[in-house]
């Protein structure tokens, strides 16, 4: 998949920008808060319908106008595909393809896939399962049209039943049976969902400690564990057992929307033991099994996107980041830098053909 040109109207702080790019390198340089981020950004809304940074989508709107746009020329191997997303101010997103809204914006997901690496990525490790459970989301719906829609549903359910259940508590009433419309959902979606977790993980473990192995040099022994609350038990019956603590909770306190996934370093958890470096390259090299499956499962090769980083890795770091992408033909890259003289450096090593736009 390679973005041919990438237009950006309103979008943060950018009025109107128009790219037209190369199809292997493309870097952005400049001085801190002229935007670099923010294009990556853009280019990410085209991937994923949503920003990398987590920001509600009416923040991304430029401050005093009424709407952004970024549209992308894609060319898929057979045609060129216009992508436009537009986010009104007062009115819901709009996605097309083509011209062609999508029924579903989760349809959208895996046309084109993606990959970020960016200083965030540390937050995969300090933060809570949450982001780690959108981490693992954001990768399996790149390569699995049904796996966002079985999401949706599964979160819409279980927010019905927490609002039943305190809907039970403020009339001091429970029926049990009423509550239980929601067991065949719940089932049917989590389930799927969870095997998908599991199958997913299973997978990129051994990528990981490759790639690890590679830039770190180190001897380090990784284990990413996917832990859930259905790893011993159906959630049939899950359900069954935390009825009575969910009631007196007025939520639904079990079930995928609770898994997690558990980084350790010779079996302890990384963010207690690892060092900041050894936690880059763990970083780093989940990214890029990331990258590996996801062009291994769609036969699709996702666009690179790294944000920031060679001003952050020591040089051994990015020389053996500079080998694999070199080895293993990541497709189209697109960097972010502040300095134009470090930038040409890393492309002069990667030795493909490049474009660097200085904003
Ligand atoms: N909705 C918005 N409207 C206007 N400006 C915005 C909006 N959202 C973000 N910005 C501005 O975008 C700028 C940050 O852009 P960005 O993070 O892309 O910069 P950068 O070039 O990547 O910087 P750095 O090198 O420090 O990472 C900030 O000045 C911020 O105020």
């Known amino acids: 998949m390679i973005i041919k040109k990438l237009s950006l109207i309103n979008f943060k702080n950018h009025h109107e920008r128009n790219f037209e790019f190369s199809a292997q390198i493309n870097c ?14 853009g280019l990410y809304y085209l991937s994923m319908a949503k920003s990398f940074l987590g920001n509600k989508d009416l923040n991304n709107i430029k401050t005093d106008e009424d709407f952004f746009t970024i549209e992308g020329i894609i060319d898929d191997g057979e045609k060129e595909n216009i992508i436009k997303i537009q986010q009104p101010k007062e009115a819901k997103k709009i996605i097309k ?12 997901i895996g046309f084109l896939p993606s990959v970020i690496i960016s200083p965030y990525d540390s937050n995969l490790i300090s933060d809570s399962g949450e982001s780690r459970r959108k981490f693992l989301d954001s990768m399996i719906s790149q390569t699995d049209s049904d796996y966002l829609f079985n999401l949706i549903q599964y979160q819409k359910t279980v927010q019905q039943r927490n609002a039943l ?4 508590a403020k009339n001091r009433y429970f029926d049990a049976d009423n509550l239980e419309i929601y067991n065949e959902p719940l089932i049917r979606f989590g389930t799927r969902i969870f095997e ?16 690890y192995d590679i830039i770190s040099k180190g001897k380090e022994k990784i284990t990413v564990i996917y832990e859930s609350d259905l790893s011993d038990q159906t959630f049939g019956t899950l359900l069954q057992q935390n009825l009575e603590k969910d009631r007196i909770l007025t939520y ?9 996934l558990l980084f ?15 936690q880059k390259s763990f970083l780093i090299a989940l990214k890029l099994s990331q990258m590996n499956r996801i062009k291994e499962l769609t036969a699709k090769t996702p666009i690179l996107l790294l944000d920031d980083i060679f001003d952050k890795l020591d040089d051994t770091r990015v020389s053996q980041l500079i080998e694999l992408v070199n080895q293993e033909h990541f497709g189209q890259i697109f960097i972010t830098d502040t300095s134009r003289e470090r930038t040409e450096n890393v492309v002069k090593r990667i030795n493909e053909e490049s474009k660097i736009f200085e904003l």
């Open 28 to 41: 952005f340089v400049g001085n801190n808060g002229v935007g670099k981020t923010n294009i990556l950004d």
């Open 196 to 211: 998908k977790r599991r199958e997913f993980t299973d997978s990129i473990v051994p990528l990981i400690q490759n790639y």
């Open 97 to 108: 393809k083509n011209d062609k809204s999508y029924d579903r914006m989760s349809d959208h």
């Open 165 to 168: 259940l305190k809907d039970f």
């Open 252 to 260: 639904t306190s079990k079930g995928i929307h609770k898994d997690d």
């Open 264 to 278: 350790e370093m010779n079996g302890t958890s990384m963010k207690k033991t690892a060092s900041q470096g050894q």
